[in-house]
């Protein structure tokens, strides 16, 4: 994950109650149940798929969808929805996860 991706997720996993993983993505913890930190998410967001391939390639496993913020470097290959943006600035990450928490919410409370 970006470095300054890891702020404006953790913001929204604390107002929309998602569990988040801001750190480093260790292999194995969307496809081995005796991983330690085994998660089995309905949704993966990647700040960056080029650089979480591997978190890229286990949902592919597993077959979770995948968002991907994606700027015009990025393959969306193996990615299920792209949002055009900015994935490098720290401005345009807290923007696009702020947006994406506040839709989270309007629809949850709508």
Same mark, same amino acid.
């Given at each position: 994950?970006?470095?300054?991706?890891? +702020?404006?997720?953790?913001? @929204?996993?604390?107002?929309?109650?998602?569990?988040? %993983?801001? #750190?480093?993505?260790? =292999? #194995? !913890? %969307?496809?081995?149940?005796?991983? +330690? #930190?085994? $998660?089995? =998410?309905? /949704? @993966?967001? @990647? !700040?960056?798929? $080029?650089?979480?391939?591997?978190? %890229?390639?286990?949902?592919?496993?597993?077959? *979770?969808? *995948?968002?991907? /913020?994606?700027d015009t470097n990025n393959e969306t290959k193996f990615l299920d929805? *792209?949002?055009? !943006?900015?994935? +490098?600035?720290?401005?345009? $990450?807290? $923007? *696009?996860?702020w947006l994406l928490s506040r839709e989270i919410l309007r629809k949850?409370?709508?």
């Amino acid at each position: 994950m970006r470095q300054y991706g890891q +702020k404006p997720i953790r913001v @929204l996993g604390q107002h929309t109650g998602i569990q988040v %993983l801001d #750190g480093r993505f260790r =292999p #194995g !913890t %969307l496809t081995n149940p005796n991983a +330690k #930190g085994f $998660l089995e =998410p309905d /949704l @993966l967001i @990647l !700040t960056d798929p $080029l650089a979480d391939t591997q978190a %890229l390639h286990e949902a592919e496993n597993i077959g *979770v969808p *995948v968002i991907g /913020l994606c700027d015009t470097n990025n393959e969306t290959k193996f990615l299920d929805y *792209v949002i055009p !943006t900015n994935n +490098k600035g720290r401005r345009a $990450l807290a $923007l *696009v996860y702020w947006l994406l928490s506040r839709e989270i919410l309007r629809k949850r409370y709508n």
